[in-house]
């Protein structure tokens, strides 16, 4: 069994895709006693008879229906990874280049699929940017200052099509060129139509798999992720990354036909009377009927015991007729003890809400239906769990099954892991009796077997291509355990891949000794009445705007990035502040988490190429002195200047928050501003063309343009 | 030690798992009570007592009648069998031994009582439907040392369209009387539009 680990991690060195392995020989592994023996049991044995679960759409983690291959979609190394089953020491992994950072793997009987976010585009690390790393090596220099440290890609994104090969792994057959960022996959039950959602660019696309050719491409709602196929195949579902909506496109093979859905978010942990926004729908199944549509996410102002950052959330959608399952929340009836009702009011203990824990996972990022139990198998990238919930309840996140760790071999003195970090990817056996495990922030693929449950084998895929420092910062921005960063959810629980959530905050103020935080809404803000609803905060993105130096913060009150990460641990938690631990342990994060940020972090993808006329006239209004514009949103250092400056003062909060008495905001980067509604720190404004309709000289002048000048700003703007 | 070694070791660490709230009598991935086991299961537990615990039949095992009946008597419940709900994660009875699980189901007609023999804070009705809902609590022990009642119930009808979680609150004891509310299980009722049966678990 020594022999199998040991292998194993040498299959893994010679695997990585470009310089990520280290092939050099290891020292011997630990005792057998502790040594991994599923791998010896999974050592070759026939594969059982059963019938494969048919599985239509994709993840970061693929099994061939002939239970003869797993594929793994490497975004972070810009590959996809052939590994054989039965997992076998002397089968090597591996990996076949793509021409970008592959999101999604699906495999049908000879084919298979990969969405690539956007052609050409080079995964940050080690073979691109060796000077960038050199530079800023070692945790205490101050960082050197490149402009753009990880470029925008600029190519299409891109439907593969490819032919396992028992030599290459896998031989491209079709590319189809798609919007960018190209992303979500899934197929029609007769496999003749693939639907690929393209993330940033907001459009769901249909690809004639036969024809290798789009047969049609719709505007959507805002960061389209994961899409599900009706078992009929006349219609889709489309979920979305920021917002509680859903998209249904129907006549998927003539004109399709768009429409939104509501599906409330966690409605029974929903203030009585409101609806929550929602984010990080990731993922999505059906029932094997079809009859319900799963979809793990995160519902933003959930009230909970400490649900500060609201509550994980299963919303399961009635495809009969479009309907949630869940009712929302109404405030009783109950019977209480007499003795009891004075707890009932604790509001920190979580006041009349559910009781249940509001965080059985955190970060919801993949899943997958469980038809042998009618279990759903929910991993969470912020507790690097995964959990089992019963998929016959109403509210599946109320009815824990159980729940597993699946990380081991945290690092010390920061608690994140070394193995299987922030799971991403999910894919059964045929006779559902293993999972496999794609865990990101680690690569490794972790084999989990239902019908055991002693160590859980691993197969390391290959090692970070940041640098060290930066590594270790990937590992701290998708965790939500380490005690001293977060309170319960990760950098990434608000900035999903280094962009925002849609949301707006709830800062509260300080009130005695009690710190500053954030909440996610307004019944959650535990000490207050309406009062102490907190200052509006909307999420800012961080992809490609954190490069330069200078101040951060809303008020420009930190003079550096990590002085206001540092902030950050404080602000995002339940109600306490960051007091036990000395400033190495914070400092040492914050370095870590900087070093990703800016070398780790992939900005959104760009269009190239010649402004439109109207966007021309734009940017001369920009730059003009007469609006002012760009004398703040400096294009040189990421359209900022990092200055702060008082806007919009006097004018009453948004509702629902209190009047934040600092007025001076700091100015924020524009790029990719086209992407990232609502606008203004507070959120105001629910697009661009309000944001500059509504300005009325608030921030520069912008009152005696026309309307033909002000929409040709805004489609400036755009293209930043 | 470098990264590899670590990552070996790590092979070793193995997963933690969370332990559930009660000791489950069903986990997932283990085998569900049979759906259909029916009286003829609760008839031969009484024929042969080394058997061991027998499942206890479905709720499901007769069809539910479209036909709205009044709310069963007392004498009726304490007639009526107790029944398998479809999951319960330990926290009610799946079998018929003596120890599985301090809650118990029975059905009369369209009609399911759950009744729990625990030290009980409060029953809520987080959401759904309350037509023919009816939650009581024990009447509190006149004794000293405890102030909660030690058993609740909830009876309501299965109906088509129902959509019902109603959670169990619990008693967390602290010391010198710093009590707290504890979660102890939530009842989800389902019989959505179309579907052919009701669901109900428990965990």
Redesign the interface.
């Known amino acids: 069994m020594r022999r199998f680990?040991?292998e194993f991690?040498l299959i893994a060195?010679l695997a990585a895709c470009k310089s990520g392995g280290?092939p050099r020989p290891?020292?011997p592994?630990?005792s057998s006693a502790?040594?991994?023996s599923a791998v010896a049991s999974s050592a070759p044995v026939a594969a059982p008879p059963l019938p494969a679960p048919t599985v239509r759409e994709g993840s970061t983690v693929a099994r061939s229906p002939t239970s003869d291959s797993l594929y793994v979609a490497d975004e972070d190394h810009g590959c996809v990874r052939r590994i054989r089953l039965p997992l076998d020491v002397n089968n090597p992994v591996l990996a076949v280049p793509m021409p970008g950072q592959p999101a999604q793997v699906l495999a049908l009987a000879d084919r298979v699929l990969v969405t690539v976010r956007s052609a050409g585009a080079v995964a940050p690390g080690k073979d691109d940017a060796a000077a960038n790393d050199a530079a800023d090596a070692g945790t205490s220099k101050p960082f050197t200052g490149r402009a753009t440290l990880v470029p925008s890609a600029t190519g299409p994104g891109l439907l593969l099509v490819l032919r396992p090969d028992p030599d290459k792994g896998l031989v491209e057959v079709a590319r189809v060129e798609l919007p960018q960022d190209a992303w979500g996959l899934a197929v029609t039950p007769d496999e003749s139509t693939a639907l690929v959602s393209s993330a940033w660019t907001h459009k769901v696309t249909a690809v004639d798999l036969a024809a290798g050719r789009v047969r049609w491409t719709v505007d959507v709602a805002r960061e389209p992720r994961a899409v599900v196929v009706r078992p009929d195949g006349r219609a889709a579902y489309v979920t979305h990354l920021v917002g509680a909506g859903l998209t249904r496109i129907d006549d998927l093979q003539g004109e399709p036909r768009v429409r939104s859905l509501s599906l409330p978010a966690s409605?029974?942990r929903t203030p009585v009377g409101q609806r929550l926004g929602a984010s990080l729908a990731y993922a999505a199944t059906l029932s094997p009927d079809g009859?319900r549509l799963f979809v793990p996410r995160h519902a933003l102002g959930a009230v909970g015991p400490q649900a500060w950052f609201g509550a994980a959330t299963v919303d399961v959608l009635?495809t009969?007729?479009d309907t949630p399952?869940?009712?929302?929340?109404?405030d009783?009836?109950?019977?209480?003890?007499?003795?009891?009702k004075s707890?009932?009011e604790?509001v920190a203990?979580?006041g009349?809400a559910?009781?249940?824990?509001p965080a059985p996972f955190a970060q919801p990022r993949a899943v997958v239906y469980?038809d042998k139990?009618d279990?759903l198998l929910v991993l969470g990238e912020g507790d690097d769990s995964m959990t089992?919930l019963?998929a016959?309840?109403?509210?599946p996140a109320?009815?824990?099954?159980?729940?597993?760790?699946?990380?081991?071999?945290t690092d010390d003195p920061i608690p994140v892991a070394?193995?299987c970090g922030a799971p991403s990817g999910i894919a059964l056996s045929a006779d559902q009796d293993t999972a496999w495990i794609h865990c990101r922030s680690t690569d490794d693929l972790l084999v989990?077997s239902?019908?055991w449950?002693?160590?859980?084998?691993?197969l390391?895929l290959a090692?970070d291509r940041l640098s060290d420092e930066a590594a270790l910062g990937r590992r701290i921005y998708y965790n939500g355990t380490d005690p001293l960063t977060s309170g319960g959810l990760g950098c990434a629980g608000c900035h999903p891949e280094g962009r925002d959530d849609g949301h707006v905050w709830h800062e509260t103020t300080a009130v005695g000794a009690r710190h500053p935080t954030f909440v996610s809404g307004a019944a959650v803000v535990a000490m207050g009445g309406p009062e102490d609803a907190g200052y509006a905060r909307q999420t800012p993105m961080l992809a490609g705007r954190v490069a330069v130096e200078g101040t951060y913060g809303w008020h420009a009150e930190s003079p550096v990035l990590t002085h206001r990460l540092v902030n950050g641990f404080a602000l995002h938690r339940w109600n306490d502040a960051v007091t036990a631990y000395v400033a190495r342990d914070l400092f040492d994060r914050a370095m870590a988490l900087r070093a990703f940020l800016r070398q780790g972090l992939v900005p959104p993808p760009h269009v190239e190429g010649p402004l439109s006329e109207q966007q021309r006239v734009g940017r001369e209004v920009f730059l003009s002195s007469g609006t002012g514009c760009s004398g703040c949103h400096a294009p040189a250092t990421e359209y900022t200047d990092r200055e702060p400056y008082r806007l919009f003062a006097g004018l009453p909060p948004p509702p629902g928050f209190v009047a934040d008495p600092e007025s001076r905001y700091k100015t924020p980067s524009l790029r990719f501003v086209g992407g990232t509604p609502p606008y203004l720190h507070d959120g105001r404004f629910a697009t661009l063309t309000a944001l500059v309709q509504g300005n009325d000289d608030h921030m520069g002048k912008t009152s005696h343009l026309s309307a033909t000048e002000k929409n040709a700003l805004v489609a400036f703007l755009e293209t930043l | 030690m470098n990264k590899r070694s670590r990552m070996l070791l790590a092979a070793a660490a193995g997963a933690l798992a969370v332990p559930l709230l009660f000791p489950p009598a069903t986990r997932a991935g283990d085998p569900e009570p049979p759906l259909d086991a029916g009286a003829d299961a609760d008839a031969d537990a009484g024929a042969d007592a080394d058997a061991g615990p027998q499942p206890l039949p479905s709720y499901r095992l007769e069809p539910f009648s479209e036909e709205r009946s009044p709310e069963p008597g007392a004498g009726e419940w304490t007639a009526a069998p107790k029944v398998a709900i479809d999951r319960s994660g330990g926290s009610i009875a799946a079998t018929d031994a003596p120890s599985s699980g301090r809650c118990e189901a029975r059905r009369v007609r369209e009609w399911m009582r759950i009744r729990c023999n625990l030290i009980t804070a409060a029953v809520t009705l987080l959401g759904g439907t309350g037509e023919g809902l009816r939650m009581r609590l024990d009447p509190t022990p006149k004794v000293e040392w405890t102030t909660f009642p030690e058993g609740a119930e909830v009876v309501f009808p299965v109906r088509r369209g129902d959509r019902r979680e109603i959670e169990w609150l619990g008693v967390a004891f602290g010391y010198k009387g710093m009590n707290s509310l504890e979660h102890m299980f939530v009842l989800s009722e389902q019989w959505a539009p179309g579907d052919p049966r009701p669901l109900i678990v428990a965990e």
């Open positions: 680990g040991l991690c060195a280290d290891q020292p592994a630990p502790a040594a991994p409605p029974l009859r009635l009969g007729d399952l869940a009712p929302l929340r109404r009783g009836p109950r019977v209480v003890a007499a003795d009891a707890m009932l604790d203990a979580g009349t559910p009781r249940v824990n469980r139990d279990t089992v019963d016959r309840a109403v509210d109320m009815h824990v099954l159980a729940s597993h760790r699946v990380a081991s071999a070394r193995v989990w239902f019908a449950s002693g160590p859980r084998p691993f390391h090692d």
